[in-house]
């Protein structure tokens, strides 16, 4: 008889009839260990106890032995649970050979053979020929039945209907998170479930959400602060050397560090122009302090008129130039408006950042108004404010931050779609610090492969739904733990509204179905149903008219 990776005979597997278990409460084996192999390792099923179940009243029994589902075996006085990552099929033995990943262990308790006090990690494993059984239900509550630890339940563990699965938000906030998912899965309305779970725990809280398209301010109506070109009212003297070359430096190469360096000499003699600047001494380009940009403009023209300038008067050209151009437009009105000159950096960081929350933990920055050219830059400024704030208020009474970041890939593109701009560096330096300074940042992408390479492995905690992209899966894989591999195995073929959750965030590594979200909760994000709405005539006069008066007026 042939023998298998392990030296187990599959001639040696008893029968389920045969199998060990307790006394008071039979369990019927479907199999057994053939190789251990520290986290990864195999048994050997019986297809027929695995077909004897299939007609099971409990839907975990019933799934045994199917990939993703769990198993268990005893050793010594504990039940350890192991996750089934694939299955093959012995052509001579006819024996059903599958890969398992230990998730943790539990205690057995004497009298009835139960499982309490599941915790993740194994300390003992298994000999060759442990019989192998099925998890029911009952397992997978103690299983994922939620410990004393703050948390929020946010849908139902798979397969079960009343299995309710739970987030912890200390340790997923902790070690910041990402959601993952390709279009159409419902990945904003998990997202908006997600926080308004989170904002139901903390009313006081302080959550600060980039929206680049406009989709969340209908989910947070309630117990949210919206904010959007119409009045975000975000002073430009916020920004620092960095921003500003950003957006008032056109030129490319070594003009470039000329225009840079007129820039920052300027700046600073404008910022020298605020009373504030004699209360702390020698300023840096970097320091928020107001200034006027009308007496940017004019110090750069003073500076152009010397005669003993360095260069000729292009670079003060191109920089008056693009100064005068911003301020006339009405598109920038939000943030280089001449009302926004006054020191209004307290209100700005109160209102944004939600400090105090008056029951609205959330602000929603919707940036699908703002300017394509500055929507980076605008991201940069709230991000970089956000971990700024978080440093320099070190000593006083801790006020954690949660930054949640739509579209990241957007904003933390990898090397190959780097565009070099000041934001991907703040949300990777968030990534990688803002744990120490109590900010947690919260990913939403469709294309997890497009992320800075590294920052998705800072996520803690990993919340995937479907990916079709063969690369974005493979990104996936290798940002996940080892023992979740099975269940990222299930990713592709995971329905709308299912996620696979790993990581601090969760107890151990769980297929979840999301619950639905009220109506009034949900952002705008729905597809539009082509049978229905092509159906609808009538009005398109008006319909363009007002639209073309919103598009000329770059107005919403």
Avoid at 155 to 182: C, E, Q, W
Avoid at 422 to 450: M, N
Wanted: glycine share 8%; proline share 5%.
């Amino acid at each position: 008889m042939t023998e298998d990776m392990g030296g187990h005979r599959f001639d040696r597997i008893r029968p389920a009839s045969e199998a060990t278990a307790p006394v008071s409460a039979p369990i019927q084996g479907i199999g057994s260990v053939s190789a251990i192999g520290g986290a990864a390792s195999e048994v050997v099923l019986d297809r027929a106890a695995i077909d004897s179940l299939a007609t099971s009243a409990d839907p975990a029994i019933a799934g045994a032995g199917t990939v993703g589902s769990q198993v268990k075996l005893r050793v010594g006085n504990s039940w350890l649970i192991a996750n089934v990552r694939a299955l093959r099929l012995d052509d001579r033995s006819g024996y059903v050979v599958a890969q398992i990943d230990f998730l943790g262990e539990g205690d057995e308790e004497k009298l009835t053979g139960k499982l309490y006090s599941f915790r993740r990690g194994v300390t003992r494993y298994p000999v060759p020929g442990t019989p192998v059984f099925p998890v029911s239900t009952a397992d997978l509550k103690q299983i994922y039945a939620a410990d004393d630890r703050a948390h929020i339940q946010v849908g139902n563990v798979y397969p079960t209907k009343d299995i309710r699965a739970a987030l912890y938000v200390d340790a997923m906030l902790g070690k910041h998170f990402a959601l993952l998912g390709s279009t159409g899965t419902g990945k904003s309305t998990a997202a908006a479930l997600i926080l308004h779970r989170i904002c139901d725990l903390a009313p006081q809280g302080h959550v600060v959400m980039i929206d680049p398209h406009g989709e969340y301010s209908a989910a947070f109506k309630t117990n949210g602060a919206l904010y959007d070109v119409s009045n975000l009212a975000m002073p430009y003297w916020l920004m620092n050397f960095e921003e500003h070359c950003e957006v008032f430096v056109t030129s490319d190469g070594s003009d470039r560090q000329v225009d840079a360096d007129i820039l920052a000499r300027c700046i600073l003699m404008a910022k020298q122009k605020n009373r504030l600047a004699a209360e702390f001494g020698k300023l840096t380009v970097d320091a928020p302090i107001p200034y006027l940009l009308s007496d940017l403009t004019q110090i750069i023209q003073l500076e152009m008129g010397k005669m003993d300038k360095a260069t000729d008067a292009a670079p003060y050209l191109r920089l008056k130039g693009k100064i005068e151009e911003i301020k006339a437009d009405p598109r920038y009105a939000f943030m280089f408006s001449g009302m926004l000159v006054s020191d209004t950096m307290a209100n700005f960081i109160s209102r944004i950042f939600r400090l105090p929350g008056d029951g609205k933990p959330i602000s929603i920055i919707d940036v699908s108004g703002v300017p394509s050219e500055i929507t980076s830059v605008v991201v940069a400024v709230l991000s970089r404010m956000v971990f700024d704030y978080a440093i320099w208020s070190r000593g006083e009474s801790p006020r954690p931050i949660l930054l949640v970041c739509e579209e990241a890939h957007r904003y933390v593109p990898n090397e190959r779609n780097a565009d070099g701009s000041s934001v991907g560096r703040i949300l990777s330096r968030i990534a990688k610090e803002g744990r120490k300074y109590g900010v947690s940042l919260g990913l939403i992408t469709q294309r997890p492969s497009d992320l800075a390479e590294g920052v998705l492995s800072q996520c803690g905690t990993i919340i995937s739904m479907r990916l079709n992209n063969d690369r974005d899966q493979a990104f996936v894989r290798a940002a996940m733990p080892e023992g979740a591999r099975g269940f990222l195995d299930a990713i592709p073929a995971l329905r709308n509204r299912e996620c696979i959750m790993v990581g601090e965030g969760v107890a151990t590594p769980v297929r979840v179905a999301f619950d639905a979200l009220d109506e009034v909760k949900r952002p705008a994000s729905g597809d539009p149903l082509f049978s229905q709405l092509w159906r609808q005539v009538g009005g398109e006069d008006q319909i363009l008219e007002r639209t073309i008066r919103r598009w000329r007026a770059q107005g919403r």
